[in-house]
């Protein structure tokens, strides 16, 4: 198969859907890869190294289009790109249909196959392939929480770990799925006081056996969110309901029982958040400040750290993307049901019914395109 590899052209987007170590393993199994020039540059790539890997590097965005069956990228094509897709191209990357009608509308039209990464999904209901970014993403708010909460950058001017004779800062976690879990450990790593809250009282008694002793769990009520608000330091977002807004455990009457340059991190802002003040900002202008607290709400954290980020999701993709390379999108989702999951728009189609459900359009089941 021919894979192309386009550089990533929306705003501040630094990943890269294949690395030069992708590369390789495509190229042994006997397929082809165009690269579009510095199209890993962000990512800490150059074109020399996949050249070395064995793809061949394109000039232009158009000629990679042009070229290949399939297109491996990271964040859903833009305006500009829409044009580019061929007649029955294969694109393999990020979507997020459901809340793009234009993106839907012109997939559709241009008669692709749409693999969307966000929707493979596992047996167990997991997201392989948004479990990367949620690890980034979790790790990453702590070291921001931490950052924030230094003086100079309106925070209360507390070190997270403390030191011999003072005592470190305190940590409250809201949810312990992934990005939780991940802003634990670091806290904890760090030597905070840290404390998980979940509504499923299973995962805490997991978290419970697994995390190391400054980091306690709590059930997650308004009662007990609460009473922890008046002492914690930093204070992170994480819950999730699957296919469902964020609940809003902290509103905004409660900014008033914090203590000034406490720092809200609202990770589950991209799905409009936990706390009821949070709105997405961007990494130029990431935080806000309302009655005395700092709010960070960036809404594409791993897009800071495209080194970390490119190679966490480019490890998770790479066997599916073999999987498609090997068989042809047909036959490898006909073979894997988690990939098959991942099918939403096929030949003017829509094969998944929530992006159908979001836009009205005719849904057809996925079986009938395979
Ligand atoms: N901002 C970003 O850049 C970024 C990056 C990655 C993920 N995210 C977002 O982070 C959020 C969390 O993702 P995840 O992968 O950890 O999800 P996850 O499903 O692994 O974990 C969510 C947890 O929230 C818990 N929960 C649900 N309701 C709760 C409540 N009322 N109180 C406490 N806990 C509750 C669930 O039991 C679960 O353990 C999602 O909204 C995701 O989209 C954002």
Redesign the pocket.
């Known amino acids: 198969m021919i894979i192309g590899v386009p550089k990533e052209i929306k705003n501040n987007e630094n990943r890269v859907g294949v690395t030069p170590a992708g590369v390789t393993e495509l190229v042994r199994n006997g397929h082809t890869v165009y690269v579009q020039a510095t199209a890993g540059e962000g990512s800490g790539f150059v074109d020399a190294e996949y050249e070395a890997a064995g793809a061949t590097i394109l000039p232009s965005i158009e000629e990679v289009y042009g070229i290949a069956d399939m297109i491996v990228k990271v964040k859903e094509p833009i305006e500009s790109e829409y044009n580019l897709v061929k007649d029955n191209q294969l694109l393999f990357t990020y979507f997020h249909f459901a809340s793009h009608e234009p993106l839907t509308t012109a997939m559709i039209e241009r008669n692709a196959v749409c693999l969307a990464y966000e929707t493979v999904e596992r047996a167990d209901r997991s997201l392989p392939l ?2 990367p ?2 690890e980034v ?2 790790r990453m708010a702590v070291q921001q929480g931490a950052k924030y909460l230094e003086k100079p950058l309106k925070g209360r001017g507390i070190l997270l770990g403390g030191v011999p004779g003072v005592r470190p800062a305190k940590v409250l976690i ?7 879990t991940n802003a634990a450990k670091i806290a904890a790593g760090m030597g905070a006081d840290v404390t998980i ?4 009282l299973a ?1 805490l008694r997991y978290l419970d056996d697994i995390m190391p002793a400054n980091v306690n769990t709590l059930m ?1 009520n308004e009662y007990n969110v609460r009473q922890l608000l008046p002492t914690h330091d930093l204070i992170i977002g ?5 296919g469902a807004k ?2 809003r ?1 902290i509103t905004r009457d409660m900014l008033k029982d914090m203590r000034p340059g406490t720092v809200l991190v609202d ?5 409009g958040g936990c706390i009821e003040t949070c709105k997405p900002t961007t990494h130029e202008n990431p935080t806000f400040i309302i009655d005395d607290v700092v709010h960070y709400c ?5 897009g800071a750290v495209p080194y970390t980020s490119t190679q966490a999701l480019t490890n998770a993709t790479m066997p599916y993307v073999l999987m498609v390379a090997n068989k042809g999108w047909k036959q490898a989702c006909a073979d894997n049901a988690e990939l098959k999951k991942g099918l939403n728009v096929v030949n003017g189609k829509v094969v998944y019914a929530g992006v159908a459900e979001a836009f009205n359009l005719p849904y057809t089941p996925v079986e009938e395109v395979l």
């Open positions: 948004l479990v970014m949620s993403a979790g809201l949810g312990g799925g992934v990005v939780g809250m979940d509504t499923n995962r997650s994480a819950v999730l309901i699957p964020a609940p455990l990770v589950a802002v991209d799905q960036v809404a594409n954290m791993p």
